[in-house]
């Protein structure tokens, strides 16, 4: 990160259980559409996905299966992070510097528009911040980037912003870099569905239920991008959608398991989702520590990944993966133990716990391969360790309501499946909204946890890097707010009239404009 010293430049970053084996039944596969399959070319690429996004709203666009569609697409924020390098690259702002202990200034770029003809400037810029950020709006993104923080931001002139924070914060241009960018015409008092941007896509239609039509707008600023249109269906099986790929019905298909058939055209790559539940330590049994870390003893990580991944997954320990600043290489994922689970549990209701009490498992339906059958076995371990756990299967717009704050109220204790990516590369990006007492997606914290998280995010260099390691520990000692289960290995299917190399970003951000037809 710039210091207030430097001159404006780009800156840079910076054995299964006896009864498990039933659960492993697989779902029965879908008929692909008999639909003719119209012949892949230069016009229009045809991305097939896991599920209908349940809005493109810009301030939501950090949700994977918005974002996957709009970010980089039709909306593009100030600055963007490189998946490769981890540095922070400009897009929308040219040039930034940190001015004052708590203020940043960014330039911006000239010449411009929003797909609706006004000019993108600061005032833009600031409306944006403001909307996303300082409103009450409720956007997704304030709570998982920036939290209970305001942002006073100044348009100083048409190429310059100023944003000022109310304490040092070392990684702003990176929190800015989750921000979308909208025309000062966006609702303040409702969220769109359908936003407009300075992106190179523009949306063309959305037939709801049916399709997505992105059409390439001739008015971007930048490299004109080699597909006239995209176009978005989606598929809840993966099989299916793997299956609409090796046919010719579709050029690039999201999420995809190993076991889906999908051949060479089937590409892995490293992205930064983790698996794990998240346990709401306020309600009986999960209120009490001993029962959290049954959890995490009764599930068998390793025969997941072996058996439901084909080893392609790795155990985790930590909901972040390795390359994530503050990523603790030294935290070993629980060990599976069912006796000690048993007995936990058994400790645990001799002091009185209602051990008796209806645990949901909370899980979102087609969030990821298997991910019903990986419900299923989690529901019969925990059961085998003698909890009482409902399975709880919900769509997006449903499991939101138990992702995020305000979470539903009455449904007693849950322990959530949750996939986190951090796209950042920093861990207060996780932490924040994880793991703080107040955070947009945590059940639970203590004081003494707060003050930890707190340091962490003001701290820079090496400093920084070890107290998010120090919160990760922490939090397996002594909060065990998680049951961690694995860090995922990302396979799409591409067809070979595609030229693409996916990154770690490309599960979250999928850049149209970095595909172009094979020759």
Same mark, same amino acid.
């Given at each position: 990160m710039t210091s207030s010293s430097t001159p404006l430049f780009p800156a840079s970053a910076v054995k299964w259980p006896a009864l498990a084996a039933g659960a492993l039944l697989a779902l029965s596969g879908c008929a692909v559409s008999n639909s003719e399959a119209a012949p892949a070319s230069g016009s229009a690429l045809r991305v097939v996905l896991g599920q209908e996004p349940p809005t493109l709203e810009a301030c939501e666009s950090n949700l994977t299966s918005t974002g996957v569609v709009v970010r980089s697409n039709v909306t593009e924020p100030l600055v963007e992070r490189n998946p490769q390098t981890g540095?922070?690259?400009?897009? +929308?702002?040219?040039?930034?510097?940190?001015?004052?202990?708590?203020?940043?200034?960014?330039?911006?770029?000239? =010449?411009?528009?929003?797909?609706?003809?006004?000019?993108?400037?600061?005032?833009?810029?600031?409306?944006?911040?403001?909307?996303?950020?300082?409103?009450?709006?409720?956007?997704?993104?304030?709570?998982?980037?920036?939290?209970?923080?305001?942002?006073?931001?100044?348009?100083?002139?048409?190429?310059?912003?100023?944003?000022?924070?109310?304490?040092?914060?070392?990684?702003?241009?990176?929190?800015?870099?989750?921000?979308?960018? *909208?025309?000062?015409?966006?609702?303040?008092?409702?969220?769109?569905?359908?936003?407009? =941007?300075?992106?190179?896509?523009?949306?063309?239609?959305?037939?709801?239920?049916?399709?997505?039509?992105?059409?390439?707008?001739d008015g971007y600023w930048g490299d004109k991008p080699a597909y006239a249109k995209a176009e978005y269906q989606w598929r809840s099986e993966s099989s299916v959608r793997a299956a609409m790929v090796t046919s010719g019905e579709a050029d690039v298909a999201m999420g995809l398991s190993p076991d889906d058939s999908v051949g060479e055209l089937g590409v892995d790559y490293p992205n930064n989702e983790t698996v794990a539940l998240r346990l709401d330590a306020t309600k009986a049994p999960l209120n009490d520590i001993r029962i959290r870390q049954a959890?995490?003893?009764?599930?068998?990580?390793?025969?997941?990944?072996?058996?439901?991944?084909?080893?392609?997954?790795?155990?985790?320990?930590? +909901?972040?993966?390795?390359?994530?600043?503050?990523?603790?290489?030294?935290?070993?994922?629980?060990?599976?133990? +069912?006796?000690?689970?048993?007995?936990?549990?058994?400790?645990?209701?001799?002091? =009185? *716990?209602?051990?008796?009490a209806q645990i949901s498992l909370v899980v979102r339906s087609a969030q990821f391969p298997k991910i019903t059958e990986l419900a299923q076995v989690l529901q019969e371990?925990?059961?085998?360790?003698?909890?009482n756990v409902k399975l709880k299967m919900l769509e997006t717009s449903q499991h939101l309501t138990y992702q995020v704050r305000p979470f539903a109220a009455d449904e007693g204790a849950v322990a959530l499946m949750t996939q986190h990516g951090n796209q950042a590369g920093d861990a207060a990006f996780t932490v924040d909204q994880y793991m703080l007492s107040t955070g947009a997606q945590s059940y639970f914290g203590t004081p003494e946890f707060d003050a930890l998280i707190k340091k962490g995010d003001a701290a820079s260099g090496d400093e920084r890097k070890k107290a998010f390691e120090d919160i990760f520990a922490y939090q397996n000692d002594k909060v065990v707010q998680f049951a961690h289960i694995s860090h995922q290995t990302g396979i799409i299917g591409k067809s070979k009239s595609v030229n693409y190399t996916p990154n770690s970003s490309s599960g979250d951000e999928l850049r149209v404009s970095e595909m172009t037809p094979a020759s």
């Open positions: 540095e922070l690259e400009p897009l +929308l702002a040219t040039e930034w510097k940190a001015t004052s202990d708590t203020e940043w200034t960014f330039k911006l770029r000239e =010449g411009v528009k929003f797909q609706d003809g006004t000019p993108f400037n600061a005032e833009a810029a600031a409306f944006t911040i403001d909307r996303a950020v300082n409103s009450k709006l409720g956007c997704n993104v304030e709570g998982y980037v920036f939290g209970d923080a305001d942002l006073k931001v100044k348009a100083v002139d048409a190429t310059t912003l100023t944003v000022t924070t109310p304490e040092p914060d070392p990684i702003l241009p990176l929190r800015l870099s989750f921000l979308e960018v *909208v025309p000062t015409s966006t609702s303040t008092t409702a969220k769109v569905r359908e936003p407009i =941007g300075t992106g190179p896509y523009k949306i063309e239609k959305w037939d709801a239920g049916q399709k997505i039509t992105l059409s390439s707008w959890v995490n003893y009764a599930i068998d990580k390793e025969g997941i990944v072996s058996s439901l991944y084909q080893g392609k997954h790795k155990v985790a320990a930590q +909901l972040v993966p390795e390359g994530i600043v503050g990523h603790n290489s030294a935290l070993k994922g629980w060990a599976f133990d +069912l006796d000690k689970a048993k007995a936990l549990v058994a400790e645990a209701k001799a002091a =009185g *716990v209602d051990t008796s371990q925990l059961s085998q360790a003698g909890l």
